[in-house]
């Protein structure tokens, strides 16, 4: 176990990390050294075992096996604690608990802090609902999502455009800082869908490259939200409309 850490104490890069993965892997090849002579041992026992010395064989086998294995686990944490001894001291410990002492020095604590990165990245709401995270990129250039199987497109107008392997694109705007509204859907196929929102952000039209229409009215609740009262369709040969009725139920809508 390490020492506990205090005011004043050094910190800086070791090769703890490097230590562990060799330790590992030399720990791993005795282990397995071990494992073959046992079980070669193991074998000839059992293949002596009418001549009258298969029981020491399997007795020695049973031996290597256990000595082999401590050998392991020792040459594993002698070389651990070998890259984390390793300390190239880069500075030391300022602050530290104003009531915990530990040999006469206050202890060392870890608390909750904010940081500022100015090499901010995007965060998009895939239609899954997920939320994926991308690197800020430049105009004119895009980066890859591996887990959403997507790229991000900044492109040479300011704007965004977020494209899956099936070619569906999802449109917005300029970095502003407000969030940014979807304004279109496209695909593959030349099939658009145009979208526009009010000052509120709320959803007012849908457009499609057909020349559908779905428009969106609000109404107003008792106590000042805002919610969804009906959606109508114009379509070039006949309008509908779809109306939403309020429920009472108590709390808030």
Same mark, same amino acid.
């Given at each position: 176990?390490?020492?506990?850490?205090?005011?004043?104490?050094?910190?800086?890069?070791?090769?703890?990390? !490097?230590?562990?993965?060799? /330790?590992?892997?030399? =720990?791993? &090849?005795?282990?397995? +050294?071990?494992?073959?002579? #046992?079980? *070669?041992?193991?074998?000839?026992?059992?293949?002596?075992?009418?001549?009258?010395?298969?029981?020491?064989?399997?007795? !020695?086998?049973?031996?290597? /096996?256990?000595?082999? =294995?401590? &050998?392991?686990?020792? +040459?594993?944490?002698?070389? #651990?604690? *070998?890259?984390?001894?390793?300390?190239?001291?880069?500075?030391?410990?300022?602050?530290?608990?104003?009531?915990?002492?530990?040999?006469?020095?206050?202890?060392?604590?870890?608390?909750?802090?904010?940081?500022?990165?100015?090499?901010?990245?995007?965060?998009?709401?895939?239609?899954?609902?997920?939320?994926?995270?991308?690197?800020?990129?430049?105009?004119?250039?895009?980066?890859?999502?591996?887990?959403?199987?997507?790229?991000?497109?900044?492109?040479?107008?300011?704007?965004?455009?977020?494209?899956?392997?099936?070619?569906?694109?999802?449109?917005?705007?300029?970095?502003?800082?407000?969030?940014?509204?979807?304004?279109?859907?496209?695909?593959?196929?030349?099939?658009?869908?145009?979208?526009?929102?009010?000052?509120?952000?709320?959803?007012?039209?849908?457009?499609?490259?057909?020349?559908?229409?779905?428009?969106?009215?609000?109404?107003?609740?008792?106590?000042?939200?805002?919610?969804?009262?009906?959606?109508?369709?114009?379509?070039?040969?006949?309008?509908?409309?779809?109306?939403?009725?309020?429920?009472?139920?108590?709390?808030?809508?």
């Amino acid at each position: 176990m390490g020492e506990a850490a205090r005011v004043g104490d050094a910190i800086g890069h070791s090769h703890a990390l !490097a230590g562990m993965i060799g /330790g590992t892997i030399v =720990g791993g &090849l005795i282990a397995a +050294a071990g494992a073959v002579a #046992a079980g *070669a041992l193991f074998v000839a026992g059992l293949a002596a075992s009418c001549v009258g010395v298969g029981v020491l064989l399997v007795g !020695a086998s049973l031996a290597v /096996g256990y000595l082999t =294995g401590e &050998l392991a686990t020792k +040459a594993r944490d002698g070389i #651990a604690e *070998a890259g984390a001894g390793s300390l190239t001291p880069a500075g030391k410990i300022l602050t530290g608990s104003p009531d915990v002492r530990i040999n006469g020095k206050p202890a060392a604590i870890a608390t909750v802090s904010q940081v500022a990165c100015d090499q901010d990245g995007l965060v998009w709401r895939a239609p899954s609902g997920d939320y994926v995270s991308f690197p800020m990129v430049p105009c004119g250039h895009k980066t890859y999502c591996e887990a959403e199987k997507c790229w991000l497109m900044h492109n040479s107008d300011g704007s965004w455009q977020v494209f899956d392997v099936s070619e569906q694109a999802w449109h917005y705007p300029a970095l502003s800082d407000e969030p940014g509204r979807l304004q279109m859907m496209t695909d593959l196929a030349g099939n658009a869908v145009s979208l526009f929102h009010d000052d509120h952000g709320r959803l007012t039209e849908l457009v499609d490259s057909a020349g559908q229409r779905l428009a969106c009215r609000y109404l107003t609740t008792a106590n000042g939200l805002s919610r969804l009262s009906m959606v109508l369709l114009h379509t070039r040969m006949a309008s509908c409309r779809w109306c939403t009725t309020p429920t009472m139920r108590k709390g808030n809508w």
